[in-house]
């Protein structure tokens, strides 16, 4: 099935640093989501976009909704150690009665106190 | 506290042994989804609900059944579990928009981890 392409893989970074990560697709989409997985968890949702050049923002997190509506990146400013898990981007390619995400395979982020 | 739940949490089967995970949600949620995820696969989609009695086929329905007989619940049965079935599955949720489309933003439950020797 169709992928959207996330990067990078993974990041380890220092405390204070900000992160910033992004997800393209091929297709255009309708709606974007960005969700963190913690180990033994679901996916949360952090943020979701709806509209191309939307920006939103939740505590230190901050995601885009790119103009040609086949990209999105997440920010994380001021990183701190409980920020450590994997994020996913997922997108929403058309319209119909199944409105299957499309997800991204996750970029897994290191926070070295 | 809105939340999906499953059940089990972990599971250990041998092959051919038919097994039942539950998914609950709490939210009045129409949408209801299943998803396996796989190192280097990501998240795919298994089955979904529309709603009460609505299921359709997700990216890799082989090997597995659901139902949605209550709008709280619907549960994945894999009748005959292959090794190939060895997966984290993940049951989701999500509202329904006045318009008739679910909102995007599904609510996953913690997972159930899925081994089948």
């Known amino acids: 099935g169709q992928q959207l392409n996330q990067s990078p893989q993974s990041m380890f970074i220092q405390e204070g640093e900000d992160v910033s990560m992004n997800c393209t697709s091929s297709?255009?989409?309708?709606?974007w989501l960005w969700y963190k997985q913690e180990p033994g968890e679901g996916p949360v949702l952090l943020i979701a976009?709806?509209?191309a050049g939307e920006l939103t923002s939740n505590g230190r997190l901050t995601a885009q909704f790119g103009i040609t509506r086949k990209d999105s990146f997440l920010n994380i400013s001021a990183s701190i150690p409980s920020d450590v898990g994997i994020y996913f981007c997922?997108?929403?390619?058309?319209?119909?009665?199944?409105?299957?995400?499309?997800w991204g395979l996750g970029t897994s982020l290191a926070v070295n106190p | 506290e809105a939340q999906v739940t499953q059940n089990p949490r972990y599971l250990i089967t041998v092959t051919g042994k038919k097994l039942t995970v539950t998914c609950s949600q709490n939210?009045?949620?129409?949408?209801m989804s299943w998803y396996r995820q796989d190192p280097g696969l990501g998240l795919r989609q298994i089955y979904y609900?529309?709603?009460?009695?609505?299921?359709d086929k997700g990216d890799v329905p082989e090997g597995y059944k659901v139902s949605r007989k209550e709008k709280r619940n619907f549960p994945l049965i894999l009748e005959s579990p292959s090794p190939n079935q060895t997966s984290l599955y993940f049951c989701?949720?999500?509202?329904?928009?006045?318009?008739?489309?679910?909102?995007?933003?599904?609510?996953f439950g913690p997972g159930t981890r899925l081994t089948v020797t």
């Open positions: 989701a949720s999500s509202r329904r928009l006045a318009g008739g489309y679910p909102r995007d933003e599904q609510y």
């Open positions: 939210m009045n949620h129409e949408y």
């Open positions: 609900s529309m709603n009460v009695e609505v299921t």
């Open positions: 297709s255009i989409f309708n709606t």
């Open positions: 976009l709806y509209k």
């Open positions: 997922a997108g929403q390619a058309k319209g119909g009665n199944n409105r299957k995400l499309i």
